[in-house]
């Protein structure tokens, strides 16, 4: 069964203003459009990550068996607040051809694509100075199993590195926490008195959106990392990587989508042998056949090209 959205709690909590501009803003950034979320009723909440299941053996009868059970990590998981905002000159937006209202409703979608564009950096990169968002909820980066869930493509450049992300999607997995009840607001406009950089009043219209975004990744088996992709000779992203990264995954478990840059899924691409009767270069991939069947490739700019081999 298909897991609800960020835009799919979005509209079940009523905050009409708000669905259009997510939905529109989030096409750029498959990572908050596609991926499964829920809503908690406060701020925080912990959950025991599970880190191994038992050994189960049998036993004859008359004969007891030593008591085993799943080995967990106990996490608290927080959303954080996100609350972007504008304020523009009211005689600048009241001369708009097409009136306040159109030039409020082009700002209100700037700034919601603009919030949208932190909040996949932050999916990834969590509170990474260089390429997260230092107040925002822990990434990818920060809760994935960097010990035991990656591939090392070896690449040598430094700050030329690029990764790609395997990604289980659900309740017990990886989805994203919306707090206080699933709130995201976008205001109405209001007319407020602010001050020039002389401290000279004017009037300006101002608009700002609220929500309480987090991150949750339920088992340490659902996000998988492939690190240290340059542009190198042989260290570019290739199916063997993708075969290695998907072995990592248990059976019966395996990531629902695999996320890169453009260049990663170039490299991936170019390192293809083209088999058709004209020769024709092999075609942009869309998906990777996994061992449970073909899981799919989406783009983001949201993933560096700069990274460096030590993240």
């Not at 950034?29 to 959950?47: K, M, Q, S």
């Not at 997260?132 to 591939?151: E, R, S």
């Not at 990604?167 to 919306?178: A, E, P």
């Not at 992709?229 to 478990?253: I, V, Y």
Request: proline residues 5%.
């Amino acid at each position: 069964m298909a897991m609800p959205t960020l835009l799919d709690v979005v509209r079940l909590n009523g905050a009409d203003a708000a669905v259009g501009l997510i939905e529109e803003a989030s096409k750029a950034t498959p990572e908050v459009a596609l991926g499964a979320a829920r809503t908690i009723a406060g701020l925080n909440y912990r959950a025991n990550v599970r880190t191994a299941v038992p050994d189960v053996g049998f036993r004859d009868v008359n004969e007891g068996t030593a008591v085993s059970g799943s080995t967990f990590e106990q996490r608290l998981f927080e959303c954080y607040l996100m609350n972007p905002q504008f304020e523009v000159d009211r005689a600048a937006a009241d001369a708009h051809e097409d009136g306040a209202a159109a030039y409020l409703a082009a700002e209100a979608l700037g700034i919601t694509q603009g919030a949208f564009q932190s909040l996949g950096k932050a999916f990834f990169y969590g509170t990474h100075a260089t390429f997260g968002k230092t107040k925002a909820f822990p990434g990818l980066l920060d809760q994935y199993d960097n010990a035991n869930m990656y591939v090392d493509a070896g690449g040598t450049t430094d700050s030329t590195a690029s990764s790609v992300w395997l990604v289980r999607w659900g309740l017990q997995d990886t989805r994203w926490l919306l707090g206080e009840g699933g709130r995201a607001e976008v205001t109405a406009p209001e007319s407020v008195r602010v001050t020039d950089g002389s401290d000279n009043p004017y009037t300006a219209w101002r608009q700002e959106l609220y929500l309480r975004p987090g991150l949750q990744v339920g088992s340490l088996f659902s996000v998988c990392r492939i690190k240290k992709l340059t542009e190198d000779s042989g260290k570019g992203l290739t199916d063997a990587l993708l075969d290695k990264a998907m072995e990592k995954f248990p059976a019966g478990r395996p990531p629902t989508a695999i996320y890169m840059t453009r260049r990663s899924r170039r490299q991936l691409k170019n390192s293809r042998t083209a088999t058709t009767p004209t020769g024709a270069p092999a075609a942009w991939p869309d998906s990777v056949d996994g061992p449970e069947g073909p899981v799919p490739i989406l783009s983001t700019d949201s993933i560096s090209n700069i990274e460096t081999l030590a993240l």
